[in-house]
């Protein structure tokens, strides 16, 4: 995949945008090193347990927890075949596990075909000392909606400087939590399909590593609008 493929930021924002204003079923999603190294495991010889292994901790995952290994497996890959616009990394990113990018877009059956710079995400941050963002069509998609948020963070003080209401927010555990009881599992899944599915909003802000591509898959297939 090159460069010369890859969708612009400012083209993304405004289709962004657009699918907000027209009310468009979408998933926005970004393919990360981890993404690669859950989906690659087992199919790509790069992978290693040990990197499987770092993933699963990271994410809040219990290492045996096989049937729910198998579910975020297969999941991501449905996730990533019916978004939008999948977020892959440029040329010159390609190091580490993102050097085996064309591999795991070959395991891929990507319908869409539009992708997009996995760091598109960088286009909404905000000025250190002030709260507004740098990038104005971004700043115009977070401004006068009613959103959902997926996170460990609350940014519902944020929003509300941009006349933003969060009318619902699914609080994620922070990476890496030690504590037994944060360890996600299908039910906490289930908890989170059904509140996507009650909350009616003008778009969800989902950021929460790996499940955020599933969460996102989810949002769409509700009829709504989820970006990564």
């Known amino acids: 995949m090159k460069d010369s493929q890859i969708i612009e930021n ?56 096989y049937k729910f290994q198998k579910f975020i497996r297969k999941s991501l890959v449905e996730s990533f075949n019916n978004c939008d616009v999948l977020g892959i990394s440029k040329e010159n990113q390609r190091v580490g596990h993102w050097a085996i990018e064309e591999k795991i877009l070959a395991l891929l059956d990507f319908r869409s075909n539009k992708y997009c710079d996995m760091n598109f995400h960088m286009e909404f941050i905000k000025y250190p000392n002030d709260k507004k963002l740098e990038n104005s069509v971004a700043c115009k998609i977070i401004s006068n909606k009613k959103i959902g948020i997926i996170s460990c963070f609350d940014v519902s003080e944020f929003l509300a400087r941009h006349n933003t ?16 009881n944060r360890k996600l599992n299908i039910c906490f899944y289930n908890d989170v399909f059904s509140e996507i599915s009650k909350n009616k909003v003008d778009f969800w802000i989902v950021a929460a590593g790996i499940h955020a591509k599933i969460f996102c898959n989810k949002i769409k297939l509700n009829g709504g609008i989820a970006v990564d």
């Open 10 to 65: 400012d083209i993304l924002l405004n289709m962004i945008a657009n699918h907000i204003n027209e009310g468009i079923a979408s998933s926005f999603i970004r393919k990360g090193d981890g993404e690669n190294i859950v989906i690659g495991y087992k199919k790509i010889d790069e992978i290693k347990f040990k990197d499987f292994k770092r993933m699963m901790r990271i994410m809040n995952v219990r290492l045996f927890n």
């Open 165 to 180: 209401i969060v009318k619902k927010w699914i609080k994620m555990p922070i990476q890496k939590d030690k504590l037994l």
